[in-house]
């Protein structure tokens, strides 16, 4: 007897319709996407499938709702994470925060700050999507600017009591403010100023006037 024709015709369905999740890359790209551009409560699943070229019930056969994609798009997030082994090595500080700001960068910060943007309004109904949007959007920044930080303070370069964690959230906080609250968008002078008039002078570096 075929061990099908003991199952229910529902479950024969999905057993001979399997998932392709190859479309799972683009349909999470397309939320983020969309996200960006119309926040939480103006996407729908149907702006998503468009962008991503997919049918709306091959989104719903993934994700039951909205949220359960939104949170799965964020978290995939986190997989273009800084690896600390190709963290720039100038010599200097202000070099190495430099050559984390060139232009892509700037515009994934702004984007990700747009995403933040987003799902506020969600966040506070959903402690999962705010621990996994911190892990995502602000940490991977922050943990970047902890490595350096401590580098410069290995050396002599910083005060040797500074702050490291507060200094290494000090310009992701004043990125997120300047896009959630100001709604100004995240430009590579923006975080080169933050650099040179905050940050460095936080740390206690003196720069040489050229």
């Known amino acids: 007897m075929d061990p099908q024709a ?6 024969r369905a999905r057993l001979g319709r399997p998932r392709d999740a190859s479309r799972d890359a683009d349909i999470l790209e397309a939320t983020i996407e969309v996200l960006a551009e119309q926040g939480f409560d103006g996407m729908t699943i149907d702006m998503v499938a468009a962008r991503a070229g997919a049918g709306k019930a091959t989104v719903y056969r993934r994700w039951p709702s909205k949220a359960d994609l939104v949170i799965d798009a964020v978290a995939c997030m986190k997989k273009r994470d800084l690896d ?3 963290l720039p090595d100038t010599g200097t500080l202000r070099g190495d925060l430099i ?3 060139r232009a892509p960068s700037a515009a994934d910060s702004d984007r990700k700050m747009h995403v933040m943007g ?3 309004s969600l966040m506070s109904r ?5 621990r996994t949007a911190y892990a995502a959007i602000l940490q991977p920044r922050i943990a970047a600017n902890r490595i350096l930080l401590e580098r410069a303070r290995g050396r002599g370069e910083t005060r040797p009591d500074i702050d490291v964690d507060r200094l290494a959230a000090l310009m992701p906080a004043m990125s997120s403010f300047r896009t959630l609250a100001q709604r100004e968008p995240i430009t590579r002078e923006f975080l080169i100023s933050l650099i040179d008039d905050v940050l460095l ?3 206690g570096v003196v720069r040489a006037v050229v």
């Open 99 to 101: 050559a984390l700001v």
């Open 84 to 86: 600390p082994a190709q």
């Open 118 to 120: 987003g799902i506020l």
């Open 6 to 11: 003991t199952q229910p015709a529902g479950a």
């Open 201 to 203: 002078p936080a740390a």
């Open 126 to 130: 959903e402690p999962e999507l705010a």
